[in-house]
C-alpha cells in the first residue's frame, strides 16, 4: 500500500515540474480546451469589438491612396501627406457604426475613407510618418 502512495506521489511531482518548466504545453493547452468558460465561447463569437488602444490614435486624416498593404494617409483638408501606413496580417481594423465599434477586413478600406491608426510600438521620428498599424479606425465611410 504503501509503494503504491509512493508511486502516485512520485508522478504528479513529475507532472507538476514538467508543467512548471513549460514542457508540458501541449497537454496543458488540452486542459485549457476542456475546463474553458462560458464566457471565453462568447467573446469569440462576439461580432462587436473594441481597440485595444486607449491612447489617442498616432495618425489621422484620410485614405488617398491604397497599394497593396500600403496605404497613403493625408490631411482631409489640404491632402498633405501625413504618413504611409502598412497593414499587416496582425492589424485590427474596425468600423465605426451606431452600435460601436465593428471588426472588419482589410478589403473594406477606400480611398476617401477618414481613419485613425494606432500603433503601440516605435515610430520612426520621420515626417511623413512611416509605421505598421496595430489598429485601424474607419471614421466614416465615405469612400469612393
Not at 64 to 77: A, P
Request: aromatic share 6%; net charge negative; proline share 5%.
Amino acid at each position: 500500500m504503501m509503494k503504491k502512495k509512493w508511486i502516485w506521489g512520485s508522478c504528479l511531482l513529475l507532472l507538476t515540474s514538467l508543467l512548471l518548466m513549460g514542457w508540458g504545453l501541449p497537454i496543458e493547452n488540452g486542459l485549457h480546451a476542456l475546463f474553458q468558460f462560458p464566457m471565453d465561447k462568447m467573446r469569440e463569437n462576439e461580432r462587436e469589438a473594441e481597440p485595444r488602444s486607449k491612447q489617442p490614435p498616432v495618425l489621422q486624416g484620410q485614405i488617398q491612396q491604397i497599394n497593396g498593404d500600403r496605404i497613403v494617409v493625408v490631411e482631409n483638408h489640404s491632402n498633405e501627406v501625413k504618413g504611409y501606413v502598412t497593414i499587416t496580417k496582425k492589424t485590427k481594423i474596425f468600423q465605426k457604426g451606431n452600435a460601436g465599434l465593428v471588426e472588419v477586413e482589410q478589403e473594406d478600406l477606400q480611398v476617401g475613407m477618414d481613419i485613425s491608426v494606432w500603433q503601440d510600438g516605435p515610430i520612426l521620428m520621420i515626417y511623413p510618418a512611416q509605421l505598421s498599424a496595430d489598429e485601424v479606425v474607419i471614421e466614416n465611410k465615405s469612400g469612393k
